[in-house]
């Protein structure tokens, strides 16, 4: 759906007992910077997957918060904004 956790701890590697989606707190920036990573990875990689992860990131951000008053500064979802509309 586009949506990303902000945080996770992988089962391997000495999780102790909190293993995998933690909910208890939310990042503003990482959904934004991971979309803009997929898109640079598609440079160098050209598989689909990477496009789409990062547009339906991108989707995800802008229909999350297209109700909302006031848009939160989102530096990361803006470059990866233009850069996806440079690509397409």
Do not use: H
């Not at 990062?54 to 850069?83: E, G, H, M, Y």
């Amino acid at each position: 759906d586009g949506s990303f956790y902000s945080k996770y701890w992988p089962r391997r590697g000495g999780c102790s007992g909190r293993c995998g989606r933690d909910d208890s707190w939310t990042s503003l920036y990482y959904p934004g910077e991971a979309a803009l990573g997929m898109l640079m990875l598609y440079e160098i990689d050209p598989r689909k997957e990477w496009w789409d992860s990062a547009r339906d990131a991108l989707v995800f951000l802008a229909k999350s918060r297209q109700d909302q008053d006031q848009i939160p500064s989102d530096n990361w979802a803006v470059v990866a904004t233009a850069k996806i509309l440079q690509m397409a």
